[in-house]
């Protein structure tokens, strides 16, 4: 369903940074599958790690632990500051699932906080208030909270009872619902990125954890798109706050399925507590699958490779996109601004950095970002067709790619700047 977009278009096969349509028509893509892939499509080296998995380990899932599973959680309990211990599991929405399951069996409490605008995978919990429209949900609140919003049907009204939306860098909110409700949770990807790229503000992220100590709850960070994107660290650590959980999926194995959750150790040695009534359910016949494990390991070698040379190349080609687009826009009197991590950015049509939803909802040229995006992927730059999407460069990008890019962008602005006004 978040694939059906126009143009409907059908990929026959992708490699590095390049992906060609049933046409054969080659797009470069800004896309990258909605984050995992990292390195680029189809990465040899990670490819040929999963062959001699499959044809040595394939079997190994479902029994007991394999080695596999012992070496990525070494790859991960020494590289993330974050993760003293950490569980296998397949995807984003099963982790965060797994962690407010945590959460409430820890704590003792049902409530939830979650983030208007962020997204944090399709289960009950979560599956709600991304870019609600603002008819919806309200003018913006502060300090208080939003109403459930579900994504789709199917979410039990008391189930929605028992989660409060709140917006992103807003402590006053999050104090409000503490005052009111026994918080089991807060989940939060530390920079939405399911809205493009909007930042947390200085002393936020610190803010929710000086919050969590005070009332209790637990401080979920959902690093599903920002972790491996910037540094294998992960955001926790680029924000120097440590979360008391974290969950991990999508770049960790450059587009095979797996998912992490990992966090203090205290709370993650829960999951094996002696008294059941203690103890967290969780299982799954996939986790610890030997094929997803062995893309994760190999993925997490290369980005630790001469301390961090992916990273660094992701920079270079990043910072040059982002003051092309700005020099193109701004010569163009085409009022924006870029908002990038890294290797993750979006252009924002208002003349300041949002803060949350609501001020991006209120400010920005959704109808010209969607333009923009048709134009584009007209001229074979892939970005997702659909407004205050993320875009991702790979580590397969190199600075000629990039420079495509802008011819395109340039043609695509020549010919949209007209609409603007
Ligand atoms: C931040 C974030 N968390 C969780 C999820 C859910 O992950 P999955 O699609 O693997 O279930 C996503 C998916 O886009 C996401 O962006």
């Known amino acids: 369903m978040a694939r059906k977009v126009v143009p409907e278009l059908a990929f026959e096969r992708a490699q590095g940074a390049y992906m060609w349509d049933a046409d054969n028509i080659r797009y470069i893509d800004l896309h990258g599958a909605f984050g995992p892939c990292i390195l680029g499509h189809n990465n040899p080296r990670i490819n040929d790690a999963v062959v001699r998995a499959m044809v040595g ?8 632990t394999n080695s596999l599973e012992g070496r990525f959680a070494e790859l991960m309990c020494t590289n993330i500051p974050s993760c003293e211990m950490v569980q296998v599991l397949n ?23 979650v983030i208007q605008g962020g997204f944090n995978g399709s289960h009950n919990d979560v599956a709600c208030n991304v870019l609600t429209p603002l008819s919806q949900i309200g003018p913006r609140v502060s300090p208080g909270e939003y109403k459930c919003v579900p994504l789709g049907t199917g979410v039990p009204q008391a189930h929605q009872q028992l989660i409060h939306i709140v917006n992103f860098n807003d402590l006053d909110s999050v104090r409000y619902v503490c005052e009111r409700y026994s918080i089991a949770a807060l989940i939060t990807e530390p920079i939405l990125q399911n809205l493009g790229v909007i930042k947390p503000q200085p002393g936020y992220l610190q803010g929710l954890r000086q919050l969590a100590d005070q009332y209790g709850f637990v401080l979920v960070f959902d690093e599903v798109k920002t972790g491996f994107r ?28 797996i998912s992490a959750l990992g966090g203090k150790r205290d709370l993650m ?25 062995a893309a994760a390991i190999a993925t997490i070698e290369c980005l630790l490779e001469n301390q961090g040379d992916v990273y660094r190349h992701l920079e270079m080609l990043g910072s040059t996109l982002e003051a092309g687009i700005s020099d193109a826009l701004t010569s163009n009197g085409i009022t924006h601004v870029v908002s990038r991590q890294g290797s993750a950015l979006c252009i924002y049509f208002m003349d300041h ?10 400010h920005h040229r959704v109808d010209f970002d969607a333009r923009l995006r048709q134009a584009l992927v007209q001229r074979g730059v892939y970005v997702f067709p659909l407004a205050m999407k993320q875009w991702s460069i790979s580590a397969a990008h190199t600075k ?22």
């Open 57 to 64: 380990q394939f079997s190994l899932c479902g029994s007991g």
């Open 91 to 113: 995807t984003g929405t099963e982790a965060t699932m797994a962690a407010l399951r945590m959460a409430r069996g820890i704590t003792g409490r049902d409530h939830i906080i």
């Open 230 to 257: 910037y540094s294998v660290s992960g955001y926790s650590e680029i924000s120097c706050v440590q979360p008391d959980l974290v969950v991990w999926a999508k770049a960790i194995a450059n587009g095979y399925p």
């Open 269 to 293: 040695e829960q999951l094996c507590h002696a008294d059941p009534a203690k103890r967290p359910f969780m299982a799954g016949t996939y986790n610890g699958h030997p094929v997803a494990l």
């Open 353 to 362: 950095h949002p803060q949350d939803w609501h001020d991006l909802a209120s």
């Open 400 to 421: 000629q790619d990039i420079e495509f890019v802008m011819d395109a962008f340039d043609q695509s602005i020549t010919q949209l700047k007209s609409s603007y006004e």
